[in-house]
């Protein structure tokens, strides 16, 4: 009998969206490349929140040099504003412009297409029940995440770690992502 590992088909799945995705990227986000798009989304997802350059280089594990040269590019290429705000004139909120917006919607009729190909052929219960099995999944890879880190808890590994992710448990696979924002600083 052939087995499969699952952990391995999964991993070539997500490779296999990333690839998809890159190729059917709109034209009008290929502007704003691998790294700026993942930035605009996530500001895009965030709008009722205030994001700052600090909230950048923790959410996808940058150092401030790279989150700053990251930044300017993409304020230079028009997809961004910093404005200041009033409470802390250190601090300027990141704001998407309308140009970026445009991206934003291009990319999102994007993902829905490659979605709705996703699960063609899938019966609702069948997708619903996937979407039950990879959220029990990642519940058992959290704990056991926790009780590895509980049980490494010296300070050489301590700085090693990766941060925790917010309640919103969001998955996007933002350490991948430290590389190519490096690449476009440059």
Same mark, same amino acid.
């Given at each position: %009998? #052939?087995?499969?590992?699952?952990? @391995?088909?999964?991993?070539?799945?997500?490779?296999?969206?990333? $690839?998809?995705?890159? *190729?059917?990227? +709109? =034209?009008?986000?290929?502007?704003?490349?691998?790294?700026?798009?993942?930035?605009?989304?996530?500001?895009?997802?965030?709008?009722?929140?205030?994001?700052?350059?600090?909230?950048?280089?923790? &959410?996808?594990?940058?150092?401030?040099?790279?989150?700053? $040269?990251?930044?300017?590019? %993409? =304020?230079?290429?028009?997809?961004? @504003?910093? =404005?200041?705000?009033?409470?802390?004139?250190?601090?300027?909120?990141?704001?998407?412009?309308?140009?970026?917006?445009? /991206?934003?919607?291009?990319?999102?009729?994007?993902?829905?297409?490659?979605?709705?190909?996703?699960?063609?052929?899938?019966? +609702?219960?069948? !997708?619903?029940?996937?979407?039950?099995? /990879?959220?029990? %999944?990642?519940?058992? /890879?959290? *704990?056991? !995440? &926790?009780?590895?880190?509980?049980?490494?808890?010296?300070? $050489?590994?301590? *700085?090693?770690?990766?941060? *925790? $992710?917010? +309640?919103?448990?969001?998955? #996007?696979?933002?350490?991948? #992502?430290?590389?190519?924002?490096?690449? =476009?600083?440059?």
């Amino acid at each position: %009998m #052939d087995q499969h590992v699952l952990s @391995v088909e999964m991993r070539m799945l997500t490779k296999a969206v990333d $690839r998809y995705l890159g *190729e059917t990227m +709109p =034209e009008s986000a290929r502007a704003a490349t691998g790294g700026n798009a993942r930035i605009i989304i996530f500001l895009d997802r965030n709008r009722d929140k205030p994001i700052y350059q600090h909230t950048i280089e923790q &959410k996808f594990c940058i150092t401030r040099s790279t989150a700053s $040269r990251v930044l300017a590019l %993409m =304020e230079k290429k028009g997809l961004i @504003v910093r =404005e200041p705000v009033p409470h802390d004139a250190r601090l300027k909120r990141i704001v998407l412009t309308p140009a970026a917006d445009d /991206i934003v919607a291009d990319l999102k009729a994007n993902g829905e297409r490659t979605e709705r190909l996703l699960v063609e052929g899938l019966t +609702p219960l069948e !997708q619903e029940t996937l979407r039950m099995c /990879i959220r029990h %999944m990642r519940d058992n /890879i959290d *704990e056991a !995440q &926790k009780d590895f880190e509980h049980d490494h808890e010296g300070p $050489r590994f301590r *700085e090693t770690m990766i941060p *925790e $992710r917010g +309640p919103d448990r969001e998955r #996007d696979d933002d350490m991948n #992502d430290m590389d190519d924002m490096k690449e =476009e600083s440059k």
